[in-house]
């Protein structure tokens, strides 16, 4: 399967991404109608968009700027492949 390239179908995919992770929180929130479920479902989206945000951008440009990841795995495959050496 190649890349997606038009750029109208990559907002299409983002918006529906959106609309998983509202629906998700919405849902979740809803079962669990407290502060503490709100805070903590908060922390962790947050945390792991800063996760993201260090796998992509901070190793990229900063740690190992002549790699490009592919995604989450090519990052740990990669990753994992430098500690053993």
């Known amino acids: 399967m190649s890349d997606i390239k038009s750029p109208t ?7 529906m991404m959106l609309v998983v992770g509202l629906m ?5 929130i809803a079962y669990h109608p407290a502060w503490d479920t709100v805070l903590l ?7 792991f ?5 260090f796998a992509f951008y ?7 700027p002549g790699y490009r990841y592919a995604g ?3 990052f740990a495959k990669h990753h994992l492949g430098r500690t053993k050496k």
Request: charged fraction near 15%.
């Open 9 to 15: 179908l990559l907002y299409i995919k983002g918006a």
């Open 24 to 28: 998700a929180s919405g849902l979740l």
């Open 41 to 47: 479902l908060s922390l962790a989206v947050w945390g």
């Open 49 to 53: 968009a800063r996760a993201y945000y």
């Open 58 to 64: 901070v190793i990229e440009h900063y740690i190992d």
């Open 72 to 74: 989450l795995f090519d």
